[in-house]
């Protein structure tokens, strides 16, 4: 274990809030718009009724490993080869939902904010602040966490109150034009961002105590409004046809906000939750790729580890081809695979702890 210091299930469900949340935002309402347009909140909200049974699963995991580290339950009881398979899948998993963040984020505030500084400057310094929260902690992850989510849910809360004046929800009717299929496809989408769940179970052993499957059908309930609010409102701002083809709905609420004909332009409010989502869920997945890594337990090995995987990840953000290849993958097959690793890693999971394998040396 990384530290001795427990965190408690509130700072972890904080945590989370911003590392999970963020995706929603950035990734998944711009998909759910192109694939299913106004059918989308439908099946969104069909998700989030049915992800509360898959909520079972999750508990039913993290009750019969016994807020145990995951890796070292799974090497236990199935092998040290099984045990490295796993690690090696998850963390390749986790590196590249963060290096995902770490390009979309850079790309957005060089594209919205910051045209004329170069991009490996942004990178660097995203990468930096990422290291070092990682390094320091989960503790540290989640107090940050608790600091910045406040502030973050306030600004939400405002610019959804102050463009009710520009908002028609007739506009979200009427639905199943197409017929079901979009709406389908949708809780796909909706599906594999609300199973991000599953970090619950690589961070539990942090935690102070269990956590109960009614707090964790809270949570799931609140990530399902984090993705419902923002995509309905969206609709109702900008319209179906216009709402898909805009590369981030969410941020461009925030262009619309006016108080008075005095106050206007409040659109950078948005860099704050931007990059207090994307900080959160960089750094929070480093930290658990090296949590996986027993050579990695010392705090004095985790540094050299956390600046290498830093460096690899900003030369991939620079790269072109893989520029190019990542933004293909998160317009177009990113919703599936996600989906379908995830299911599979919790089918996995659920399998292997239902069986009740004895303990291996």
């Given amino acids: 274990m990384l530290s001795n210091k427990k965190i408690s299930v509130i700072n972890a469900y904080f945590m989370l809030l911003l590392a999970l949340g963020i995706t929603n935002h950035v990734i998944l309402i711009p998909l759910l718009l192109q694939t299913a347009g106004r059918d989308a909140w439908a099946g969104v909200i069909l998700t989030m009724v049915l992800h509360t049974i898959w909520v079972f699963f999750l508990y039913f995991i993290m009750k019969r490993?016994?807020?145990?580290?995951?890796?070292?339950?799974?090497?236990?009881?199935?092998?040290?080869?099984?045990?490295?398979?796993?690690?090696?899948?998850?963390?390749?998993?986790?590196?590249?939902?963060?290096?995902?963040?770490?390009?979309?984020t850079s790309t957005w505030i060089k594209v919205t904010y910051l045209p004329q500084t170069p991009k490996v400057v942004v990178l660097i310094l995203l990468v930096l602040?990422?290291?070092?929260?990682?390094?320091?902690?989960?503790?540290?992850?989640?107090?940050?966490?608790?600091?910045?989510?406040?502030?973050?849910?306030?600004?939400?809360?405002?610019?959804?109150?102050?463009?009710?004046?520009f908002k028609d929800y007739s506009l979200l009717t009427p639905l199943f034009v197409n017929?079901?299929?979009?709406?389908?496809?949708?809780?796909?989408?909706?599906?594999?961002g609300f199973m991000e769940l599953v970090v619950l179970i690589f961070i539990q052993h942090h935690m102070s105590r269990r956590v109960s499957y009614f707090s964790i059908g809270i949570?799931?309930?609140?990530?399902?409004?984090?993705?419902?609010?923002p995509l309905?409102?969206?609709?109702?701002?900008?319209?179906?046809?216009?709402?898909?083809?805009?590369?981030?709905?969410?941020?461009?609420q925030w262009k619309l906000v006016m108080i008075t004909k005095y106050i206007a332009h409040l659109d950078f409010l948005a860099l704050y939750q931007?990059?207090?989502?994307?900080?959160?869920?960089?750094?929070?997945?480093?930290?658990?790729?090296?949590?996986?890594?027993?050579?990695?337990?010392?705090?004095?090995?985790?540094?050299?580890?956390?600046?290498?995987?830093?460096?690899?990840?900003?030369?991939?953000?620079?790269?072109s081809g893989v520029d190019r290849q990542i933004?293909?993958?998160?317009?177009?097959?990113?919703?599936?695979?996600?989906?379908?690793?995830?299911?599979?890693?919790?089918a996995s999971m659920a399998i292997t702890t239902a069986l009740k394998l004895p303990r291996r040396r």
């Fill in 65 to 104: 490993t016994n807020q145990q580290s995951i890796s070292s339950w799974i090497k236990e009881r199935c092998g040290s080869m099984a045990g490295w398979i796993f690690v090696i899948i998850t963390a390749a998993y986790f590196f590249l939902m963060a290096l995902i963040m770490l390009r979309e």
């Fill in 129 to 165: 602040l990422s290291v070092y929260m990682a390094y320091n902690g989960i503790r540290s992850i989640a107090i940050i966490s608790g600091i910045l989510l406040p502030f973050v849910w306030v600004l939400g809360h405002f610019v959804a109150v102050t463009n009710l004046q």
């Fill in 179 to 192: 017929g079901y299929e979009p709406m389908l496809k949708s809780m796909i989408i909706a599906g594999g």
């Fill in 219 to 229: 949570m799931s309930i609140i990530l399902a409004g984090l993705t419902l609010g």
């Fill in 232 to 252: 309905m409102g969206a609709i109702a701002n900008f319209g179906t046809e216009v709402a898909a083809q805009i590369r981030y709905p969410a941020y461009s």
């Fill in 274 to 319: 931007w990059l207090s989502g994307a900080l959160i869920r960089m750094s929070l997945f480093m930290f658990i790729i090296t949590d996986m890594l027993p050579p990695l337990m010392k705090k004095k090995h985790r540094l050299p580890f956390l600046l290498v995987l830093g460096v690899v990840m900003v030369g991939l953000a620079l790269h």
């Fill in 327 to 346: 933004e293909l993958y998160v317009l177009g097959k990113y919703s599936l695979v996600t989906f379908l690793f995830l299911i599979t890693l919790i």
